[in-house]
């Protein structure tokens, strides 16, 4: 944990280090948090970007046949052993790119057992691997193919089933509100059930179509409401009243072509606090980067780059429940810091296409 926070001469004249790390002028800042991504599949969905760059959209593709649903068979038909194998190269990469800790989202399994699979995987990680992961069970991605024309049966089974079951391998239960997976209704009910058996809520809302899930999300009380590119007035307004974290995923719409973006500006001046992520996922963003993520919430949202650091460090832990822990560098807190090659924090979003980040320290201890 951090035990002092000042200037040099001041730390030098109170503690003798046991270890000296020299960050050369380089900008320091808080061990970055990435509040979004479903980290556990296996194998890409590149033939589904070449059809989005040739016109086609994410719900036509969804539509017939790809999408969420065509990464089912991956999760399947893999044992845990395979999955952390594909898991731990990325979590790899993150902490290569700054990211000490994500938020861990199955979603690709969609049966009880599969999605208790993918948070145990999620579990084996967090042991395995100096990023810490926060685990969401994300059971209610989609409707899976063998309940297609009675979605109820599915929504059933996670209420009854999956939801109690989760409830001690996870934090967050997460729901995608859209008109073509779950409507309002079955999302309240899915993330009512949810909470009544513990676990915290999360929700994909009006990402898509401007279908009222940030009101809802915010009538809930829901820990974050991510996504949220068609978000209306009122649902801000909404979300800020009632204090709902928005997460918003700036690569998303650029990576799927979708030219509506997330209204971040008239959320900061209603008064939300934004988290930044990347929603590492093999359909709607293949990118592990929250560098290039605060450039893009700069250039396409007018955020600032202290407005963009504090979205993908302090805010983004707030969001875990973990703000008191973790997201900034303060006495107490825990020790996550990365030291980059850069003269000031400007560069964060100023620069693109480069990782700046020369060490990553998690917990006090040096680990890239
Ligand atoms: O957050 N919106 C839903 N879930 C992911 C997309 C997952 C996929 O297409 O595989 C998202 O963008």
Redesign the pocket.
């Known amino acids: 944990r951090f035990v002092a926070v000042g200037a040099v001469p001041e730390l030098t004249s109170r503690f003798r280090g046991r270890e000296v790390l020299d960050a050369g002028g380089g900008l320091a800042v808080p061990g970055l948090v990435d509040s ?1 991504t ?1 980290p556990v ?1 296996l194998g890409t ?1 590149e033939g ?1 970007f070449e059809q989005r760059i040739g016109g086609r959209s ?1 719900v036509e593709i ?1 539509a017939a046949g790809g ?2 649903r065509s ?1 089912l068979e991956g999760v399947r038909g893999s044992t845990e052993h395979l999955l952390l194998a594909a898991l731990l190269p990325r979590l790899d990469r993150f902490l290569q790119l700054g990211t000490t800790t994500i938020e861990a989202k199955t ?2 399994g969609l049966t009880v057992a599969d999605e208790l699979k993918g948070l145990d995987v999620i579990a084996a990680a967090n042991q395995a691997h100096a990023v810490e992961l926060v685990a969401t069970c ?1 059971g209610a ?1 989609d409707v899976p193919p063998e309940f297609n024309g009675r979605p109820d049966d599915w929504i059933e089974i996670v209420c009854e089933e999956l939801w109690p079951a989760a409830a001690t391998k996870a934090a967050f239960a997460d729901v ?1 509100t ?1 008109s073509h ?1 779950f409507g309002l209704d079955a999302s309240r009910r899915l993330m009512e059930s949810a909470r009544e058996h513990g676990l915290g809520i999360r929700m ?1 809302v009006d ?2 179509t401007s279908l009222g899930g940030a009101e809802l999300a915010a009538e809930l009380g829901a820990s974050s409401a ?2 949220l590119e068609h978000v209306s007035e009122h649902g801000i307004a909404a979300l800020a009243d009632r204090g709902v974290q928005p997460v918003l ?1 700036p690569l ?1 719409p650029l990576f ?1 072509g979708e030219a509506q973006e997330a209204p971040a500006r008239r959320m900061i001046d209603a008064g939300c606090a934004p988290a930044l992520s990347t ?1 590492f ?5 293949y990118c592990m980067s929250l560098f290039e993520v605060m450039s893009w919430a700069a250039l396409r949202y007018r955020m600032s780059a202290a407005e963009a650091l504090t979205g993908t460090t302090l805010n983004a832990a707030c969001t875990l429940g973990l703000g008191h822990e973790l997201g900034s560098v303060e006495v107490g807190k825990r020790a996550d810091l990365v030291l980059t090659d850069l003269p000031n924090h400007s560069h964060l979003t100023y620069e693109l296409g480069r990782n700046p980040v020369q060490k990553v320290i998690k917990g006090g201890a040096v680990v890239r």
């Open positions: 979004h479903p599949f969905r589904e994410y969804a999408g969420i990464s979603g690709y994300l991605h995608f859209e997976v994909h990402q898509l991510d996504h995923c998303v799927l929603d996922n093999p359909g709607s963003c």
